[in-house]
């Protein structure tokens, strides 16, 4: 979600050579493809959602309501809806922690986790990630041993969730308590591959965006680096994909 379309699209064109196309969603709301691929969705801010300029993961459910609730009961918010979006019905929620994601109850989006370009994987920093698993389980159902539910792991000091075989989040502790720097307050963050990380921090810079250094990735096999775009927005880029993904 982005204050300005335009000017995120020409930045991610440049930065990853995404090209876009008109969501379902209204005209605020547009589809990036790589390869010809749906990869990710960027829409436009209402100036009534009082929500951050970022990548939101949204974790489909079977009812948005019922999965509201279930947040409201333990402590966490809920921001936005559940409304009617489109063909669906969404909300924008935030943990207890103050990590925000979204809902989305209806059919599965095509820019799913592991899908081609798609982003590889999604990390939450938290100031503990013992009670945020415990927290998500609750909400969406991991680990609940239900057809179709996500496995939870603990694994090299982190909480891994799969869905088969297929790593789609780690949860990771250690944010300092009331942070200022939003690279360590508690949020999500969404992983994009890329081949090459110093031509896609390069153009970054250049497209008006800022990189933080260069660090070995998760197995010490690559390299990641988290890059903010000119509207504030924070994602990670990573090679190889990590969790051998």
Known sequence: MTHDLPTAQD????????RFRPGSLGVEFSIALADRQPVAGIGALSPSWQVAVAWM???????????????????AT????????????????????GAVFGLWQGQTLSWAIGNGGAPSCLELRT???????IFYAEVLGWASGQPGSCTVTYEHDEVIVRDGKQTVAALRGGG???????????????????QDIEKVTAAAVTAG????????????????????????GLFTVSTPQEYGL
């Open 78 to 97: 809920v921001a936005v809806g559940p409304l009617e979006v489109g063909d669906g019905r969404a909300a924008i929620a935030a943990d207890r922690d």
């Open 209 to 232: 965006g800022m990189v933080t250094p260069v660090t070995p990735a998760v197995d010490s096999t690559g390299c990641q680096a988290v890059i903010r775009d000119p509207d504030g």
């Open 127 to 133: 100031r503990d990630a013992f009670d945020a698993a």
């Open 176 to 194: 300092v308590e009331a942070a200022p720097d939003p690279h360590i307050r508690p949020r999500w963050h969404v992983h994009f591959p890329v």
């Open 57 to 75: 993961p949204y974790f489909s459910v079977d009812s948005a309501d019922e999965t509201a609730s279930r947040i409201l009961e333990r402590g």
């Open 11 to 18: 930045f991610y064109t440049e930065v990853l050579g995404w």
